[in-house]
């Protein structure tokens, strides 16, 4: 590997991405380790694992979280909503979203690295 990227000095007949011989320059990312990699890897596998057995659990004789869309029934926590209270839940589910913009763009890193289910 002759050439070595210095941001100083891109090329401008080429793009910087492109060596002089016409290849393409690869980035190859280092492997995360440290101390918080081990807990956020922990704090998300336990975000995986309640995402997944959610739907599985009852809470007050039906399922914790139900999409029923067949017959318009949707269920979360106990709370039995059908299609026609869209209306109601309009704006706590606007709340919600602008919530989650608000958490997203003061803490960030803190839900993109350690709390998205991605």
Same mark, same amino acid.
């Given at each position: 590997?002759? +050439?070595?990227?210095?941001?100083?000095?891109?090329? $401008?007949?080429?793009?910087?991405? !492109? +060596?002089?011989? #016409?290849?393409?320059?690869?980035?190859?990312?280092?492997?995360?380790?440290?101390?918080?990699?081990?807990?956020?890897?922990? %704090?998300?596998?336990?975000?995986?694992?309640?995402? !997944?057995?959610?739907?599985?659990?009852? %809470?007050?004789?039906?399922?914790?979280?139900?999409?029923?869309?067949?017959?318009?029934?949707?269920? %979360?926590? #106990?709370?039995?909503? /059908?299609?026609? +209270? #869209?209306?109601?839940?309009?704006?706590?589910?606007?709340?919600?979203v602008m919530t989650?913009?608000?958490? $997203?763009?003061? /803490? #960030?890193?803190? /839900?993109?690295? /350690?709390?998205?289910?991605?």
């Amino acid at each position: 590997m002759s +050439d070595s990227y210095n941001p100083r000095n891109l090329p $401008t007949e080429r793009p910087s991405s !492109m +060596d002089a011989r #016409g290849k393409r320059v690869f980035i190859h990312p280092a492997a995360v380790t440290g101390f918080y990699k081990k807990y956020r890897t922990i %704090f998300y596998t336990f975000l995986v694992f309640i995402f !997944m057995v959610l739907p599985w659990t009852k %809470f007050d004789g039906e399922q914790t979280i139900l999409l029923d869309l067949p017959h318009r029934k949707f269920v %979360f926590f #106990g709370y039995i909503f /059908w299609a026609h +209270d #869209g209306p109601l839940i309009f704006f706590p589910l606007i709340l919600a979203v602008m919530t989650l913009v608000l958490v $997203t763009s003061v /803490w #960030g890193r803190l /839900w993109c690295g /350690w709390a998205c289910p991605q």
